[in-house]
C-alpha cells in the first residue's frame, strides 16, 4: 500500500480512541463543573490572526506555520487556540454575556515541527481562557484548573514552574536591561540568540543552548525589574497557590516572548515524560484583544498536550476504563437462524438498548463462538433452524460457563434480569 499517515500526524485506532475519550470526558467533566462552557472554532484561520495573536517573531509563525492559499486569503491550520478564541469572543460579542466569560475547548492544533517523541504536528490540545478579569485570582485559577487536572489522573511528581512577565511598564525597560547585558556577549551567543537579541531577546531566556546557559546565569531577571503593582500581582497569585496547597517554583527565565503577555507566564512538566516534558502550560495575556483590534479584554488561560498527556499515564500504569462488554453475541447459523439474529438485534437495541452483536460475514458456528470470546460478550444465544422452529435455544454465560435452554419469546426479559443481576452483584450499594 502506498499511502500512509502525514509525516508528524498519527491515526487513532479503536483501541487508542477509547482512551482518549475517557481522558477528554473526564477534562470536559473537570472544567464544566468549574464552569467552563465549550467552545469550537474553525481549524482554518486567517493566517494575519495568527501572525499577530502568536507573535511576528515566534518560531510558530516563522517556521512553523501549516500556510495556505485560495485566491485571495491567506490561510493557516491553527496552531493554537488563545487567539481563535478570542477572535471569536470579540466577533460575537460574548463580553456582553457576563463580566467574565470562561471557555474551554479540545481538539487538533498544527504546527510543522520536526517530529518526535510527544512532539508532532497533528497535535491535540486542551485548554481553557478566563475572560474579562485581571484578578490575580483569576490567574491562581487557571493554575490550580491545569494542576487539578493532571492531579485527577493521578499524575504525581508534576513540577510547576511560574514566573511574572511584568507589564507595559516593567517589560521594555527589562528588555534593554537584557539587550544592555547581551550585546557585549552577543560573540559568544548561538546564533539563533544572537538573531532574537535585537527582535525579541526575552526569547533568549528559552533558549536550551549550552553556551547560552551558561551566559544566561549572570543575566538581569524581569523580576528585578517589576513595578511595585506587577510585584503585588505576581505575590497574590503566589499566595492563593499556597492557600490551595500548590507547591511551585519560581523560574525567572521562564518566558513567553510576546509583547501582550503579562504578568503570569507557567509551565508544567513531568519526569515521566522525555525530552518534551512539558505537559502544559499558559498564562496572561491582558494586551491580545487589542492586538487583534478588539475592546481591551483582560484574559488568562492555559494549554495542555493530550499525546503527552497519555503518554504520562501509560508510563505511570493508570487503568484506563475498559471497553464495553455487548450483552449478547447471536451465533446463528442458516438462513433462517441469520434472518432471526438480524431482525432480533435491531428490535432488542432498539427497545432495550441491548448491546447485541452477531455474524455479519457468514461463517461457521466455531468463528462464531471465538468472535464472541474475543469480544467479551456476556452471553451467547446458539441458535440453528432446529431451535428456531422450536422456539427454544441455549443461551450461554461466557463467564461461568453455565448454558440454560431459554424460550426465545421470554429472552430479553430473561437477559436484561440477568445482566442486572450481575451487575448488583459486581456493585454492591455504598454504605452510606
Ligand atoms: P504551547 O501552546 O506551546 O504552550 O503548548 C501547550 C502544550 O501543548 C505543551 O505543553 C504540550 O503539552 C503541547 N504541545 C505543544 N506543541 C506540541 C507538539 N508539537 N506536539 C505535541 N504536543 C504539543
Redesign the pocket.
Known amino acids: 500500500m502506498r499511502f500512509r499517515t502525514v509525516k508528524g500526524t498519527h491515526d487513532i485506532l479503536p483501541e487508542e480512541a477509547l482512551r482518549w475519550r475517557h481522558v477528554e470526558e473526564e477534562i470536559r467533566r473537570i472544567l464544566e463543573l468549574s464552569g467552563f462552557a465549550e467552545i469550537r472554532t474553525p481549524i482554518l484561520e486567517q493566517l494575519e490572526l495568527i501572525a499577530r495573536g502568536v507573535g511576528q517573531t515566534t518560531d510558530i509563525v516563522t517556521k512553523e506555520m501549516f500556510a495556505l492559499e485560495r485566491g485571495e486569503d491567506r490561510l493557516v491550520l491553527r496552531p493554537?487556540m488563545t487567539a481563535p478564541v478570542m477572535r471569536a469572543y470579540l466577533q460575537h460579542g460574548l463580553y456582553t454575556q457576563g463580566a467574565v466569560m470562561k471557555l474551554y475547548y479540545i481538539g487538533p492544533?498544527f504546527?510543522a515541527?520536526r517530529p518526535q517523541r510527544?512532539?508532532?504536528?497533528q497535535?491535540h490540545?486542551y485548554g481553557a481562557e478566563i475572560l474579562g478579569s485581571s484578578d490575580p485570582l483569576a490567574d491562581a485559577e487557571a493554575i490550580a484548573l491545569q494542576m487539578g487536572i493532571l492531579e485527577h489522573f493521578g499524575l504525581r511528581q508534576l513540577r510547576l514552574r511560574i514566573n511574572s512577565l511584568g507589564d507595559a511598564t516593567c517589560r521594555p525597560r527589562y528588555r534593554e536591561a537584557l539587550q544592555a547585558y547581551f550585546r557585549p556577549l552577543a560573540e559568544r551567543l548561538s546564533p539563533s540568540s544572537r538573531e532574537r537579541l535585537e527582535k525579541n531577546p526575552l526569547r533568549i531566556l528559552d533558549s536550551k543552548d549550552p553556551q547560552d546557559q551558561e551566559l544566561l546565569a549572570g543575566a538581569p531577571r524581569i523580576t528585578d525589574f517589576l513595578t511595585e503593582a506587577c510585584r503585588e500581582h505576581f505575590e497574590q497569585v503566589k499566595t492563593y497557590l499556597e492557600e490551595l496547597g500548590i507547591p511551585y517554583e519560581e523560574d525567572p527565565f521562564l518566558v513567553r516572548g510576546l509583547d501582550y503577555y503579562m504578568h503570569t507566564a507557567f509551565?508544567i512538566t513531568s519526569p515521566l515524560l522525555g525530552a518534551?516534558d512539558?505537559?502544559?502550560?499558559g498564562g496572561r495575556y491582558d494586551g491580545l484583544a487589542e492586538e487583534l483590534g478588539g475592546r481591551p479584554t483582560p484574559g488568562v488561560g492555559f494549554?495542555?498536550?493530550l499525546?503527552?498527556l497519555l503518554i504520562a499515564l501509560e508510563t505511570a500504569g493508570y487503568r484506563f476504563p475498559e471497553p464495553a462488554r455487548p450483552d449478547l453475541y447471536i451465533a446463528a447459523l442458516g438462513p433462517e437462524a441469520r434472518r432471526w439474529a438480524f431482525v432480533h438485534a435491531n428490535r432488542w437495541r432498539r427497545r432495550f438498548s441491548l448491546q447485541v452483536e452477531y455474524d455479519l460475514a457468514g461463517r461457521s458456528l466455531r468463528s462464531q463462538l471465538r468472535e464472541a470470546d474475543r469480544i467479551r460478550a456476556r452471553f451467547v444465544l446458539i441458535l440453528g433452524e432446529e431451535e428456531l422452529s422450536r422456539g427454544r435455544a441455549p443461551l450461554k454465560a461466557l463467564d461461568s460457563g453455565e448454558q440454560t435452554l431459554l424460550s426465545l419469546d421470554a429472552l430479553p426479559d430473561t437477559l436484561i434480569a440477568r445482566i442486572r443481576r450481575a451487575e448488583s452483584e459486581r456493585s454492591p450499594t455504598p454504605s452510606s
Open positions: 493554537e492544533m504546527r515541527e510527544g512532539r508532532l504536528r497535535f490540545q509551565e518534551q512539558a505537559l502544559g502550560g494549554a495542555g498536550g499525546e503527552r
